[in-house]
C-alpha cells in the first residue's frame, strides 16, 4: 500500500508515545499561529488541449530539472482475475518506446539522470528523473514518447520478459521477514470486490494469465494525456517549460473518459484475527482499523494519535511497551489515508517469550486512555513542531521519490491544487486536543479491527505537431557543477570542525565523526561500539531518555547514531533558528553519556532480538558471515557490527562506559556542519557546547590488513523452501589509497552499480532471474573488498553462479569497458554530477568521506574535471588490479536440499556448509 506525500510530509516515520496515567489534558490552548510562506512551492499551472496538466516550480540553485509524471491510474484500477496489471504496466515503460527502441533506463544513465525511478501503488503510477538541464529536451522527448506511441513497440517477448521480472520482484519481497503480511491483511479488511483487497504487485496466477491484448488495452484506456500530471521542477522558467511541452505532448490524443470512484470505506461487522508462520525471530502483533481517505483532516488527525502513541521514546505506546515493562523491542503506529479509503495501524514486535495476550492487554489500556482523556497539550505542541521541523526537510529536496515534484503531482493529482498540502498544515496548525480526541475515539473506539499474530470528461482533442519523432533530440553539454567550499577551523581542546553553508532551506546539519567504528571491537568484544553508540541518548547525567527526547522534539530536532567499519557518527538534524539549543543537546548526548543500567539492559536484549532478525534474512545473513570468510575472525574488518550472542550477552555496562571514555577524544574527532549557517555564527555555539569536552586522542586502531584470498571454495548456508538464493561473490581487494581509484568508480558503477549494470542486464534485464544485483568494493579506509550480491530465484541458482562468474572475468579483462559502453558510463557518471550534492544531506556524507578517506579539501572541488578526463586505457588498466577471479569464494544462502547438487556439479573447489552464526556444520 501506498504511503502518500502529503501524509508523510506531515508525518514522516510516524512511530509511537506515552504520558503518565492520570494525566488530563490541558484547557485548550489557541491555535498555533504559524506563517506558511516557507512551507510553500510556488508554481504556475497549464493545462494541454489534450487534457495534459502542466505544473511548473523554478529553483535555479542548481543546473538540474526534476521530470515527475504521475498517471491517475493503479491497482484500484484492475478487476479480479487481472490484477497486478498496473506495476507489470510501469515495468514496460522501462522497455523504449515506438520511435526509440531503446531501453529508457539506458537513455536516462546516458544522459546523466539521477533518482530516477518508477512506482505503482492501489491509486497511481509514477515516473520520475532528475536530469541536468542539457538533457531536458531528450528526456520530455522519451517521457512523451512512451506516453504516446508504446503500444505498437509492445510484443510477446517483451511481455515475457517482464512478467518475469515482476515475478522475481514479487518473489523477493515475500522472501522478506513479515512480507506476507501486507497481502493477508488486504484480503480480511475488504470485501473481494473492493480493489484494495488485492495486493499492487498482483497474484502469480493473474500475471501469468494476463495476455499481450489485456496490457494494450489496459494502455489505451489509462495512459493518455487527460489522465496524466506532468511536474517540471528546477532550473527553468514557466513560458521555456510550457513551450517545451507543448513541443512534445501536444500531439498526443487523449485517452476516453473514465468513471472514478470517489471513495469507499468498508467496515467490519466483527474483530478478525488471523495468525501466521513465517521465517522471522520475533512474534509481531499488526492491528488494523478502517480510517478516512486521502486528504481528509480527520487522517492528519489520526496522523497525530499515531504521533502521541509511538513517535518518540516518551511516546505513550512506546514507554509502555519497550521501556517501562520491557515486552517488546519495537512499536510504531501510523495512518494511511489512500483514494478509496484508509487504515489506522498499531504494530508491535515482540521480546522472545512474551505473551501475546499481555501484550494486547496493554495496547488496549494504553488506546483506551488516550480515547478517554485525549492528548495533553504539551503533547499536542511537540507533535506540531516535528511535523512542521518534518516537513520543512521534504521541500529541501528538489525531486526524487519525495521531494517538492512529487508533493505538487500528489495534491494536483488526488487534491485538485497542487498546494493542497497547504490546508493540512492550516489544520495542523489549528488542530486542538478535542480535535484529536473527537476524531480519534469516531474511527477507532468501538471499531471492529483485524489483528494478524505472525507466528485504492471534457471534450479533448489532440493539437497539431510538426515534430519528427523519428529524431532523436541531442544531449547539450554536461553543465558545470561546483562543490562548496569545506571551510576547516578547530576548537581549542583539538576538535576539528569542518563548514559546508548552504543556504536553500533554514536547516543545519551537524555530524560528529569519531575515529572508532566496528574497527575498534575486539573479537571478544565484537558489537561494542554499536551498542555503546546505540545508548548514547538514553540518558545523559542531567536528563534521562524520555526527557532528552522530549526536548530534542520541542526543538524540532533529530539525533541519530550510525557506527560505520571506521568511524563512529552522531548526526544532528535541525532547524537553523534552534541550531544552538538543539547543538546544546547533541554535546550532552556525546559528553555526558550515562549508559542506564536498566536502559543497558533493555537495549542488550533487543540487539540480541536484532541480531536473531539479521540472521533471518539472507542477505543479513550472508552479510553478517562474508566479512569473517574475507577477513577472518580476529580482523578490524572480520566482525558483524552487531556483534554475535555471546558477545553482546558477555558485555557490561563497565564495557561501554570505558569504550566512551576511550575514544570519544576532541582530538580524533570531526564535527562536519552543513546547511543554513556560516563559520562566525557556528564557532561561539560550538565553544559553548563542544569547548568543555577535555582534550585528548583516542587509541591506535589495530590493522585492517588481511592476505590475498583463497578462491576455489563455496559455503553454503540452509534456508530451507526458500523461494529465492543469496548468492554472494568475494573476495580482499587493494586498501583505499590507490593511483587508479578514481577510474574504479566508473568501472564498478557499470559492472554493478545502477540498474542498466552488465550484472543487473544480465540477471534481470535478459534472463529474468532477478529483481537486482549490486556489486562494488567497499568504502572503509583499509583493505576493501570486492563483492557482488545477486538474489535469484532458486531453480536458477546454479546457472546465475555461471553467470556471475562469467562477469566477473569480464571486468576483470577480458571484456573490457570500450566503445559505446566507455562513452556512455562516462556521460552517466559526468551528467548525474549536478544532482549528486543537491542536499546537505549529500554535502555531508561528501565531507564524511573526506574525512574518513582523508582525502584533500579540493578532492570535491576538482572531482568533476578529474572524473571527465579519465581515458579508456584507464579504466581498462585499473579493472584488473583490484577484481582477481580466481581469488573469489562464494556464499549462497537458499534451500539447500534443492541447490547443492548444482554448487557441486560446478566443480569450483571445496563446498563447505555453515550455520546461521558461519560455523562449519559437523
Known amino acids: ?110 544522459l546523466g539522470a539521477s533518482s530516477r ?98 496490457i494494450k488495452e489496459w494502455y489505451r484506456t489509462y495512459y493518455g494525456p487527460n489522465n496524466a500530471v506532468l511536474v517540471l521542477a528546477g532550473d527553468i522558467k514557466p513560458e521555456q517549460a510550457l513551450a517545451t511541452v507543448k513541443k512534445y505532448f501536444d500531439g498526443i490524443p487523449p485517452g476516453p473518459p473514465l468513471v472514478r470512484t470517489n471513495s469507499w470505506i468498508p467496515t467490519l ?51 509502555r511497551l519497550v521501556y517501562d515493562k520491557a515486552l517488546a523491542t519495537s512499536v510504531s503506529a501510523r495512518a494511511d489515508g489512500n483514494e ?15 505473551d501475546v495476550a499481555v501484550v494486547e492487554r496493554e495496547i488496549d489500556a494504553v488506546v483506551d486512555e488516550l480515547l478517554a482523556q485525549g492528548p495533553t497539550a504539551e ?7 516535528k511535523f512542521f521541523a518534518d516537513a520543512a526537510r521534504q521541500i529541501e529536496r528538489l525531486g526524487g521519490g519525495g521531494g517538492r515534484s512529487g508533493l505538487l503531482a500528489e495534491n494536483m493529482m488526488f487534491g485538485g491544487s497542487p498546494d493542497a498540502y497547504l490546508n493540512d498544515l492550516r489544520a495542523l496548525a489549528a488542530a486542538q486536543p478535542a480535535d484529536v480526541k473527537a476524531t480519534s475515539n469516531k474511527w477507532l473506539h468501538g471499531a471492529h479491527h ?22 532523436l533530440p541531442p544531449l547539450g553539454e554536461a553543465p558545470a557543477v561546483s562543490f562548496p567550499a569545506m571551510q576547516r577551523a578547530r576548537l581549542a581542546n583539538g576538535l576539528n570542525v569542518v563548514l559546508i553553508e548552504r543556504h536553500g532551506a533554514p536547516i543545519v546539519n551537524a555530524a560528529l565523526s569519531v575515529d572508532a567504528g566496528a574497527a575498534s571491537d575486539s573479537a571478544a568484544k565484537s558489537g561494542l561500539a554499536s551498542l555503546a553508540l546505540e545508548l548514547l541518548d538514553k540518558g545523559t547525567k542531567t536528563r534521562d531518555a524520555f526527557q532528552l527526547s522530549n526536548a530534542l522534539e520541542t526543538q524540532g530536532a533529530q539525533l541519530g547514531t550510525t557506527t560505520q567499519a571506521d568511524r563512529t557518527l552522531v548526526r544532528l538534524q535541525s532547524t537553523a533558528a534552534n541550531f544552538g539549543a538543539s547543538l546544546d543537546l547533541m554535546a550532552d548526548a556525546v559528553l555526558n553519556a550515562s549508559f542506564p543500567a536498566e536502559q543497558f539492559k533493555l537495549q542488550k536484549q533487543r540487539r540480541i532480538a536484532q541480531i536473531a532478525q539479521e540472521k533471518s534474512s539472507p542477505a543479513g545473513s550472508a552479510q553478517r558471515v562474508m566479512g569473517g570468510l574475507l577477513y577472518g575472525a580476529d580482523n578490524a574488518y572480520g566482525k558483524p557490527v552487531s556483534g554475535d550472542d555471546k558477545t553482546v550477552e558477555a558485555l557490561t555496562r563497565d564495557d561501554l562506559v570505558n569504550w566512551h571514555r576511550d575514544w570519544f577524544k576532541p582530538g580524533s574527532s570531526t564535527l562536519v556542519v552543513t546547511g543554513d549557517t556560516t563559520m562566525a555564527k557556528l564557532m561561539p555555539m560550538l565553544e559553548a557546547s563542544f569547548g568543555k569536552w577535555a582534550a585528548g586522542s583516542a587509541p591506535v586502531k589495530p590493522s585492517a590488513a588481511a592476505p ?27 586498501p583505499h589509497g590507490q593511483p587508479e581509484d578514481l577510474a574504479m568508480e566508473p568501472v564498478m558503477q557499470n559492472f554493478g552499480g545502477m540498474s542498466t549494470s552488465r550484472l543487473n542486464r544480465n540477471l534481470r534485464l535478459d534472463k529474468h532471474w532477478s529483481y537486482g ?130 554448487v557441486r556439479e560446478l566443480g569450483w573447489g571445496e563446498v563447505i556448509k555453515l550455520d546461521a552464526n558461519g560455523q562449519p556444520l559437523k
Not at 481517505?293 to 502521541?308: F, K, Q
Not at 584470498?709 to 561473490?729: F, H, N
Not at 538474489?791 to 562469467?806: S, Y
Not at 578526463?869 to 556464499?891: F, G, N
Open 379 to 385: 503533547e499536542l505542541a511537540r507533535v506540531r513542531t
Open 340 to 354: 478509496l479509503a484508509g487504515t489506522f495501524a498499531i504494530r508491535a514486535t515482540l521480546k522472545q517469550g512474551v
Open 708 to 734: 590475498a584470498t583463497q578462491g576455489k571454495r563455496v559455503y553454503l548456508i540452509d534456508r530451507p523452501d526458500a523461494p529465492q538464493s543469496m548468492i554472494v561473490a568475494a573476495h580482499v581487494s587493494l
Open 773 to 902: 544485483t549490486t556489486a562494488g568494493l567497499t568504502n572503509v579506509r583499509g583493505q576493501r573488498a570486492f563483492t557482488v550480491m545477486a538474489p535469484v530465484q532458486t531453480d536458477k541458482t546454479k546457472e546465475a553462479m555461471l553467470e556471475v562468474a562469467k562477469e566477473i572475468k569480464g571486468v576483470a579483462g577480458e571484456r573490457p569497458l570500450a566503445g559505446e559502453e566507455y562513452a556512455s558510463i562516462m556521460r552517466n557518471m559526468t551528467s548525474r554530477l549536478p544532482a549528486r550534492f543537491e542536499s546537505i544531506d549529500a554535502l555531508e556524507n561528501a565531507a564524511l568521506q573526506s574525512v574518513n578517506l582523508r582525502l584533500p579539501d579540493d578532492y570535491w572541488t576538482n572531482y568533476a574535471s578529474r572524473i571527465s578526463a579519465l581515458t579508456q586505457a584507464q579504466l581498462a588498466d585499473a579493472a584488473p588490479k583490484y577484481i582477481h577471479p580466481e581469488q573469489v569464494v562464494w556464499l549462497v544462502v537458499g534451500d539447500v536440499r534443492k541447490i547443492e547438487a548444482g
Open 1 to 110: 500500500m501506498k504511503r502518500t506525500l502529503r501524509v508523510s510530509l506531515l508525518a514522516a516515520l510516524v512511530a509511537s508515545a506515552f504520558n503518565p496515567a492520570g494525566a488530563a489534558p490541558a484547557a485548550a490552548p489557541k491555535a498555533a499561529v504559524v506563517d506558511l510562506k516557507p512551507y510553500t512551492i510556488p508554481y504556475q499551472k497549464f493545462t494541454l488541449q489534450n487534457g495534459l496538466t502542466l505544473i511548473v516550480h523554478e529553483d535555479h540553485s542548481v543546473p538540474l530539472v526534476s521530470v515527475n509524471v504521475w498517471y491517475h491510474v493503479g491497482s484500484r484500477n484492475e478487476k479480479r482475475g487481472k490484477t497486478g496489471f498496473a506495476h507489470l504496466f510501469e515495468h514496460f515503460f522501462f522497455n523504449g518506446s515506438e520511435n526509440y527502441p531503446h531501453g529508457f533506463r539506458e537513455a536516462m544513465d546516458d
Open 117 to 214: 525511478n518508477g512506482t505503482t501503488s492501489n491509486d497511481r503510477t509514477n515516473f520520475y528523473e532528475d536530469v541536468p538541464v542539457s538533457a531536458l529536451d531528450r528526456t520530455l522527448y522519451l517521457e512523451a514518447d512512451r506516453m504516446g506511441f508504446l503500444a505498437n513497440y509492445i510484443n510477446k517477448e517483451m511481455l515475457e520478459r517482464e512478467r518475469g521480472v515482476v515475478q522475481n520482484e514479487k518473489r523477493q519481497g515475500e522472501n522478506q521477514p513479515y512480507g506476507r503480511v501486507h497481502i493477508e491483511e488486504a484480503q480480511r479488511m475488504y470485501p473481494a470486490s473492493h480493489p484494495y483487497s488485492w495486493p499492487v504487485i498482483g497474484y502469480m496466477e493473474d500475471l501469468n494469465a494476463a495476455s499481450l491484448d489485456d
Open 269 to 319: 461487522d466483527r474483530d478478525i484475527r488471523d495468525e501466521m508462520e513465517d521465517q522471522v525471530a520475533q512474534v509481531r502483533i499488526q492491528r488494523s482499523y478502517h480510517a478516512p481517505v486521502w486528504g481528509d483532516p480527520e487522517t492528519l488527525r489520526l496522523s497525530i494519535l499515531a504521533e502521541v502513541l509511538t513517535g518518540s521514546k516518551s511516546a505513550r505506546l512506546t514507554k
Open 450 to 471: 483485524y489483528t494478524m499474530v505472525v507466528k485504492p470528461f471534457p471534450k479533448l482533442a489532440a493539437g497539431k505537431t510538426a515534430i519528427d519523432r523519428k529524431v
